[in-house]
């Protein structure tokens, strides 16, 4: 059990490189099971998560061999066994990602429900109707079961914008007999990745980016060297803590698509950056005034389905929206349970009213002090700490584990910046 000691009231300042995308390595590693062939998969992310999908890669009888600094080569001679065990698909949400590689290759899984973060009711309903619009039965019992004879290609519209569902479905139809059209899919980074690393493979996907992909089934697909794009969630935590800080900090290997509905929120709080190249550069001469609507109305911060403002950053604009002159509404459409960690933030000093389980409105500037905190997930953990490092006095970050399932080396790499942070055993 470690937890973090952190003194507040330090500006960050320096380089730091963007990890790569959490959320494109999970899927990555699922469909390396697609192949017999070798897969290398570069610029993946050393954390938790990352570790969980491999230990359940190995343990459906893959091989995983560490190539170097977030490389790892991934192959699956032999058909792979059906079943996840349970102790592992209870640690991770993206679990359920095997789910239709197994049915392309096996035709059959057999899964406890997945775990990973309680943010609210996480529904499956997606999953289980795309796979069964290409012909996959399953059961629901104290197990999830899939099972299907052949895969064929199907006119499919999601029920809702599911990344993971998207996913699912992509990794199912690029075996399954004939054309698949999904419509209302998702479209974020990470499903674009995952999209270009199949075609690498050997399928066939058109529409990526969009919210309609078309998809031509093949027989066998290849092996494959593909990197993964940056963390554009981990690029936004960095702003955000540069800003509140004041510090000056430049972030490297961003790719600049990625941030521009969350160019448009931070604007909001008078927080602007630098773009060169694949830099990006944040100063510590930041206005951190609210920027109100036409009119003078109350702005809100907003998410939704890319390319909206993307919900995993909603924790970290709350805490940065506490040092900001103004009143912003923060509004979280898409977890119900996501907003109640801002008890913690008052407790703190900030002036937040909780309006119901989706919207918060935040009045700043408050001046926050150190306290004794819990991480209930990986991003309202990763938003305490950016709270904790403007605070003044000492914190106390308990559960660190569900931060470091999302960020790589945080401690080592806050502290090149500057950062008070201690990773301690209890």
């Not at 469909?31 to 070798?38: D, I, M, N, P, R």
């Amino acid at each position: 059990m470690y937890e973090y000691n952190i003194e507040g009231g330090f500006p960050v300042k320096g380089r730091v490189k963007a990890s790569g995308n959490k959320n494109a390595a999970l899927p990555c590693i699922a469909a390396a099971l697609l192949t017999a062939e070798e897969v290398v998969l570069r610029n993946i992310p050393e954390i938790e998560d990352v570790q969980v999908m491999l230990d359940i890669f190995r343990n459906l009888g893959g091989s995983v061999e560490k190539a170097g600094n977030n490389t790892f080569r991934l192959q699956m001679k032999e058909t792979p066994l059906s079943g996840i065990p349970a102790a592992l698909s209870r640690k991770i949400r993206a679990s359920i990602l095997f789910a239709g590689p197994l049915l392309a290759r096996t035709g059959k899984v057999m899964m406890p429900p997945p775990g990973g973060d309680v943010i609210g009711r996480r529904r499956l309903d997606t999953h289980f109707l795309a796979l069964s619009e290409l012909g996959a039965r399953y059961e629901l019992d104290t197990q999830i079961s899939f099972s299907v004879n052949k895969l064929k290609g199907a006119d499919i519209f999601l029920d809702e914008a599911s990344v993971t569902g998207t996913e699912n479905a992509v990794m199912a139809a690029v075996l399954a007999e004939g054309e698949t059209i999904i419509s209302n899919a998702a479209c974020e980074p990470h499903v674009q990745d995952l999209c270009r690393m199949l075609n690498q493979m050997g399928a066939q996907i058109s529409g990526i980016g969009s919210n309609t992909l078309t998809i031509r089934g093949t027989e066998n697909l290849h092996g494959t060297d593909f990197s993964v794009g940056p963390d554009y969630m981990e690029i936004g935590s960095f702003i955000g803590l540069a800003a509140v800080t004041h510090g000056s900090l430049t972030i490297t290997d961003v790719n600049p698509r990625d941030m521009r509905a969350i160019k448009l929120s931070f604007a909001k709080l008078g927080i602007r950056w630098e773009i060169e190249g694949s830099d990006l550069t944040i100063s510590p001469q930041q206005e951190l005034k609210v920027n109100c609507d036409i009119g003078g109305m109350i702005p809100k911060i907003d998410d939704a389905p890319w390319p909206g403002f993307p919900p995993d950053l909603t924790s970290i604009m709350t805490v940065v929206a506490t040092q900001v002159e103004g009143m912003a509404l923060i509004h979280e459409k898409m977890f119900e349970s996501r907003m109640f960690f801002v008890d913690k933030l008052i407790g703190m000093g900030a002036r937040i009213t909780l309006c119901d389980p989706h919207r918060a409105v935040v009045y700043g500037p408050s001046v926050l002090h150190g306290a004794e905190l819990v991480s209930p997930d990986v991003r309202a953990g990763m938003a305490m700490v950016i709270a904790a490092l403007c605070a003044r006095g000492e914190s106390i970050i308990r559960n660190v584990y569900q931060i470091e399932r999302g960020y790589e080396n945080l401690t080592s790499r806050l502290q090149a910046l500057g950062a008070h942070i201690e990773r301690i055993s209890r």
